[in-house]
């Protein structure tokens, strides 16, 4: 298992002498002491957000059933109605109901749910906090009691008992959906012992498990480094081990990958994970007869020859290979960073890379991005983001499951996000399509590809924006006025030239010209495409008060095992958050008086860094959850766990060459007279940053700032003092509030 990070501190070895704040870490009374003077003082300067009448609107938000009920299908009736399973959490139900519902009763708006598993009567059953935190089914094609391949019957269901599974671990128990119980645990493959196990069924009766066995079955990293291949009814210490992976790996995963229902054939593949986004596959080709042999050889597994960080998927017969980096499968061929490529997967697994016939899916061009892609039966449907607009990419399935073919394109017109899946990739052409923009609330729709085909002559339907939409199935409702809300697109030139991509929302009333109330946010996903979803807690908590609001979408830090690479992005990050921040300034939508910026976890280290290189270009600052001391980053962690190479480097040697001066705790400038008002607030609950960052670096200011003006403050929420939401909805409006404050043309708050 993992370490917390009060379990980390408290087996560091503190020898950080130039620190002389580093008390503030650990959960003494003096660290309560200052928490609370430090509360004391935040709200006696600040107010108490709790009065304002946003907070009860922010608090209704997040306490809101009024959410999206997502479904998975498995299986469906005698009547051939699509059976629909759902987890739900509310009030009355707070650990989840496990429900199942029909597709033609979802359709409705009341559907009729039934319990197929309630965790709260089942924690006060046992006596136990159970945790829902996943499920992994037998395929239907791969369970012979599975009536003509409609249902799935089995289940693993994972629980924790605390909600953390990568520091407690978690149980596994088998589940019956026909009759809605667990199977007796001499007959399944459950596993109680808490652990960090990784578990998916082979056939009905072999899974593939990988779990704390004893000596020499996890990595250094807390986390499966052996598979075995465990039978039905016996012991799983008697399973032989199939594949290992080193100790200095992240873990080791084993799966069947069945693409027959896509005209293709069976694949077992073995995988090392050896850091964050870095792995090797070993990949075997199969038959069925050849699946339902308990054993699992080591012989003719074929490493597959791709870059290390690319991501693998085969969809009939084909290998797709989504790029992270360049690559050059043979001297002629070059294919860039972000590219989504094909190849056949048979001649690719025999021959090797060379003098294989490559087809291009998509290709990065200016600020196009591939979002993702999903695969229906008939069709591999890609999503991507193009300056500021997002298209969908239809490529049917053909030639027996060797070759895709473009046969559809659907431009929207307006910057949306919109996320993709399969309803069933096994049987039909239907998926799930979820809408958002920064001013429509959450849809969900129904839509099959098949319908951009005619029906006699299959030829391609050339128009027709809303062809594949079946019907609109849920949508939630607004929380904020949009009706004269109007969004822009821009693009700020980086420092190295880079086009960083930002939109602005705000009310076409306002005519505040270069002294609009403006706060800027800024998101690491430039390579992972532009996500403009609804604007909320910005719209009802910025907009509605006459502001303008601007999101960002800048470079993200690498993760892996490269320093300098680490280095580099931050550098880019922080150059690309301060280009859409000067161009704010130059192109008079406000000025350095009028302009906020706000960031958390991984964000908060950009905006913190920003007040410390450019204190005259911000009004005021807000960071929460903050990530600011970076030699300690390894002992107070971050949510990014996983990438424990770099976080155990950024305290070793290379902590002056690559982290140092990235470090906002280190890098206070007392030769500065003045840094704009800035606000540091943790919450105890739900987050995976150690509030000893926040803590020591207002400390630090106030320290240093003495005589200087160096305002700020600080607000840490108790893990008692009230629910997660209540938490988060006091800090998000003491922090709007705070930032709206220091950059309103008059003295117009929340209040008035």
Wanted: with cysteine.
């Amino acid at each position: 298992m993992t370490s917390s990070p009060q379990e980390r501190l408290e087996s560091a070895d503190d020898d950080d002498s130039d620190d002389p704040y580093i008390g503030l870490e650990q959960d003494s009374d003096a660290t309560r002491r200052f928490v609370m003077e430090a509360n004391k003082f935040c709200l006696s300067a600040l107010g108490d957000p709790t009065l304002s009448p946003r907070y009860k609107r922010v608090l209704q938000l997040l306490e809101s059933d009024n959410r999206i009920p997502f479904v998975s299908k498995m299986g469906s009736t005698e009547d051939g109605d699509d059976e629909l399973y759902n987890l739900w959490k509310d009030a009355k139900n707070p650990r989840g109901l496990w429900r199942k519902t029909t597709l033609s009763s979802y359709e409705t708006d009341e559907p009729e749910w039934k319990t197929v598993l309630d965790l709260d009567a089942l924690s006060k059953t046992e006596n136990t906090p159970w945790v829902w935190i996943g499920s992994r089914v037998l395929p239907r094609g791969r369970d012979p009691l599975s009536e003509n391949q409609r249902n799935v019957t089995r289940v693993l269901i994972c629980l924790s008992i605390d909600g953390n599974e990568n520091e407690s671990g978690v149980v596994v128990r088998e589940f019956d959906l026909l009759s809605c119980e667990f199977v007796q645990e001499k007959e399944s493959f459950s596993m109680l012992q808490p652990a960090n196990t990784r578990i998916n069924y082979r056939t009905r009766d072999t899974v593939y498990v990988g779990s704390d066995l004893g000596e020499g079955s996890l990595t250094i990293h807390g986390f499966p480094r052996t598979i075995r291949l465990w039978q039905r009814g016996t012991d799983l210490k008697d399973a032989p081990i199939i594949f290992e992976g080193e100790s200095s790996d992240i873990t080791v995963a084993a799966y069947i990958n069945d693409q027959r229902p896509m005209g293709g054939n069976i694949f077992e593949v073995r995988t090392r994970i050896i850091g964050p986004r870095v792995s090797k596959h070993w990949v075997k080709k199969i038959k069925y007869e050849q699946l339902l042999n308990a054993t699992s050889g080591t012989s003719d597994f074929k490493e597959l020859q791709v870059p290390t960080d690319a991501e693998i998927d085969f969809v009939g017969n084909v290998l797709l290979v989504t790029l992270r980096s360049d690559w050059s499968p043979e001297k002629e061929t070059k294919f860039k960073t972000g590219s989504l490529i094909y190849v056949n997967s048979h001649k690719f697994l025999k021959y090797g890379p060379a003098d294989r016939i490559y087809h291009v899916l998509f290709e990065p061009k200016g600020l196009a991005v591939c979002n993702d892609f999903i695969v229906t039966k008939q069709f591999l449907i890609l999503s991507i983001s193009e300056c500021f607009k997002l298209r969908l990419e239809f490529y049917k399935l053909e030639k027996d499951g060797n070759k895709l073919r473009l046969v559809y394109k659907d431009e929207m017109p307006e910057p949306r996000t919109i996320n993709l899946r399969s309803v069933d990739p096994c049987d039909g052409d239907k998926f799930w399509l979820t809408t958002s923009s920064f001013t429509e609330p959450q849809t969900l729709w129904l839509a099959d590809a098949s319908h951009i085909l005619t029906s006699k002559s299959e030829r391609i339907l050339k128009t027709g924006t809303e062809t594949y939409i079946e019907k609109k199935l849920k949508s939630l409702s607004s929380h904020f006025d949009s009706s004269n809300v109007i969004v822009t697109t821009n693009v700020a030139k980086s420092k190295d030239g880079t086009a960083v991509p930002y939109f602005t929302i705000f009310n076409k009333e306002i005519s505040g010209g270069k002294r609009n109330p403006t706060l800027l946010q800024g998101f690491g996903t430039l390579s992972s495409g532009l996500s403009p979803s609804y604007a909320a807690l910005p719209g009802l908590a910025w907009i509605e008060l006459g502001g303008v609001y601007v999101e960002t979408y800048i470079r993200g830090a690498r993760l892996g095992d490269d320093s300098q690479a680490f280095r580099d992005d931050i550098q880019n990050a922080i150059n690309d958050f301060l280009a859409v921040a000067e161009v704010l300034v130059s192109s008079k939508v406000c000025n350095p008086k009028t302009l906020a910026i706000r960031g958390g976890s991984e964000g908060s280290l950009v905006v913190t860094n920003a007040y410390i290189r450019r204190p005259d270009l911000f009004a005021a600052v807000s960071s929460h959850s903050s990530l600011i001391d970076l030699k300690r980053l390894a002992i107070l962690g971050c949510s990014d766990q996983s990438n424990s190479h770099l976080l155990a480097k950024a305290g070793s040697k290379e902590w002056e060459k690559c982290f140092k001066e990235f470090s906002p705790f280190h890098n206070i400038d007392r030769s500065k007279k003045k840094y704009p008002p800035i606000l540091f607030t943790t919450t105890q609950i739900g987050s995976a940053e150690h509030p000893g960052h926040s803590r020591k670096m207002v400390k630090k200011l106030w320290n240093e700032g003495l005589g200087r003006k160096w305002p700020a403050f600080y607000f840490e929420t108790s893990q008692t003092s009230a629910t997660l939401q209540e938490q988060y909805a006091f800090v998000t409006i003491l922090s709007y509030e705070f930032l709206f404050k220091k950059v309103a043309r008059s003295t117009q708050t929340f209040h008035d």
